[in-house]
Nanobody, 125 residues
């Protein structure tokens, strides 16, 4: 099992930037892909971005493509989500997730077996 702790959320004006961090412990960090998801009030949790174990491959939701960058530092057991040009519709609780053992690299929440507690991002207009 992997323990995940997110940080970096907060209140920002539209057009601003935030960098979310997620510190992992437990399984060897460099052995699994990582992802970011978000859930807005009254909506289902949705995929935001994912990064392979090596960092060579990344995937983004169309809604954040070009405005967000996912990265990881395997030496620090940390994955990041840099979000720029934030919009009010980006307001949500953001969760990081670790790929479950034996699952493929994909954008589906079903392949992620461990989740953090979430960090709130609020974008004001």
């Amino acid at each position: 099992q992997v323990q995940l702790v997110e940080s970096g959320g907060g209140l920002v004006q539209a057009g601003g930037s935030l960098r979310l961090s997620c510190a992992a412990s437990g399984r060897t960090f460099s052995n699994y892909a990582m992802g970011w998801f978000r859930q807005a009030p009254g909506k289902e949790r949705e995929f935001v971005a994912a990064i392979s174990w090596s960092g060579d491959t990344t995937r983004y939701a169309d809604s954040v493509k070009g405005r967000s960058t996912i990265s990881r530092d395997n030496a620090k057991n940390t994955v990041y989500l840099q979000m720029n040009s934030l919009k009010p519709e980006d307001t949500a609780v953001y969760y990081c997730a670790a790929q479950a053992a034996g699952r493929p690299f994909a954008q589906s929440a079903a392949v992620f077996g461990s989740w953090g507690q979430g960090t709130q991002v609020t974008v004001s207009s």
